[in-house]
C-alpha cells in the first residue's frame, strides 16, 4: 500500500483546459501556448477560451465582454461589508468572505454555472478595489462598462484611466495565473464540488488554499525579500544566510517544474519594463541577482523561478499592495478554477481517498476514575 504525500504524481481526472510539461517548460491552455496567448490574447479572450474550449470570433468576443462588463457592480450588502470590516484585515480574508456573501445573495437556481462563474468573475476586480480604496479612506471609484476587464480593474484601484503598457501589462499578468491544471486550490475547489455544493463553498475553499506562501502568496513573500535585501550587493550573503536557515527563496521551485516556470520568463520582460516607468529598477536589479545566485545554487536541483517570482515586482508597479497580490491571483485564477469545476462535474465522483492506520486497535476502556 503505497502513501502518496501530498498526493504527488496521483492524476485525479482527465482534462483538456491545461497542459503543463515541467521538463521543457511548457504551458497550454486548450491547446494554445502561454507565449502567444500572453503576447497576442486578452484576459476577456483567453477567459472565453478556457470557459468555451474555443477562440471566440469577434462578435463573440463582443458579446462575451458586455456579460463580463454588466456584471462588475456589487450587491449592497457586501459594499456595507468592505465598508465596515477592519481595515488591517488580510485582503485574502476580506475576498473569501465577500464571495461567501456573494452565494448568499445568490438565489437564482435557474442559472448556469458558467453564468455564476462569469458573474463571480467580472466582480472580484471589484471587491479587490474598494478594500484597497476603503483602507486608504479614498473615495470609491465605481466600476466603467466602457473598459476592458484589466483597464477597469486598474481605474477602480487607481481612480485614473491606465496607460497602454499597464494595460497590457496586467492583462499578460492575469492571463498567466488564468489557470494551472492540479494545483492545490483548484484541488480544493474540487473536493468541494464533487459533494454537490454549490460554486461559492468551492471558491471559498481555492481562496483558502490559494492564501498559503508555498502557493498563492509566494508572490509577496518574494517582494518582501527583496525589500529585505535592499542592494544587489547583499544578495548573495542574504541568500546563502536564508538556505543555511533552512529558509526557501520564496518564488522558486515548484512541483512540476523542474526548469524555468514559463511564466516567469514571461513575467521577467514585463517586469523590467514597468519597474523602470515605476522608479523600481532597483527592486527589479536585486530580483534578477537573485534569480542568478537561486539558480547557481539550487538549479542543479531542478529549483528556478516560477511564476511568483517576478508577479509580485510587476503587481507592485501596477499599484497594488503586497498583502494584495494574492487577492489579484485570485482575480484570474476563479477562471481556471470554475472551468476545471464544470469540466470535473461532467462526470462527477465524490472525491474520498484513505488513510493508511498506524495506530492500535482493540483497546479496553477504562473508567475514568481508574486513569492515571
Ligand atoms: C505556485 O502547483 C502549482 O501549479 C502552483 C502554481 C499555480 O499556478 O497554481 O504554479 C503557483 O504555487 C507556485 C509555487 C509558489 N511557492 C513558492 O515559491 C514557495 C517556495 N517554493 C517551495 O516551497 C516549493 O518549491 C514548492 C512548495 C513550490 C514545491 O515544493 P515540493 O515539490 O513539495 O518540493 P519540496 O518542498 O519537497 O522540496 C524538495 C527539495 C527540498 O530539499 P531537501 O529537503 O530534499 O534537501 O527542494 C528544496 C526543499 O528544501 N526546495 C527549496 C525550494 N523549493 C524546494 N529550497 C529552497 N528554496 C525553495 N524555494
Known sequence: MEINKGLENV?????????????????????YSIFDLAELSSFEETSYLIWYGKLPTQSQLDEFKKRLAEHRELPASIVDFLKKVR???????????????????DNNKSESLLDKAISITAKIPTIISYYHRLRKNLDLVEPRNDLSHAENFLYMLNGNLPSEIERKVLDVAL???????????????????????????AIVGGISALKGPLHGAANSEALKMFIEIGRVENVEE???????NKQRIMGFGHRIYK?????????????????????????????????????????????????DFYSGLVFYSLGFEPDFFPTVFTS??????????????????????KAKYVGEIGKTYVPIHNRS
Request: overall charge positive; charged content about 25%; hydrophobic content about 40%.
Open 11 to 31: 492524476y485525479v481526472k482527465e482534462t483538456s483546459i491545461t497542459y503543463i510539461d515541467g521538463e521543457l517548460g511548457r504551458l497550454y491552455y486548450r491547446g
Open 87 to 105: 481595515k488591517d484585515a488580510n485582503p485574502m480574508d476580506v475576498l473569501r468572505t465577500a464571495v461567501s456573501m456573494m452565494g448568499i445573495e
Open 175 to 201: 492571463i498567466l495565473h488564468m489557470d494551472h491544471e492540479m494545483n492545490a486550490s483548484t484541488f480544493a475547489c474540487l473536493v468541494v464540488a464533487s459533494t454537490l455544493s454549490d460554486i461559492y463553498s
Open 238 to 244: 542574504y541568500i546563502l544566510k536564508r538556505l543555511e
Open 259 to 307: 526548469t524555468y516556470d514559463p511564466r516567469a520568463l514571461i513575467l521577467k520582460k514585463y517586469a523590467k519594463d514597468i519597474t523602470r516607468l515605476k522608479g523600481l529598477e532597483e527592486l527589479y536589479k536585486i530580483a534578477e541577482r537573485v534569480e542568478q545566485v537561486g539558480i547557481k545554487l539550487l538549479g542543479s536541483k531542478g529549483i528556478y523561478p516560477n511564476v
Open 332 to 353: 484570474a485564477r476563479v477562471v481556471g478554477w470554475t472551468a476545471q469545476i464544470m469540466e470535473y462535474l461532467q462526470d462527477n465522483r465524490l472525491i474520498r481517498p
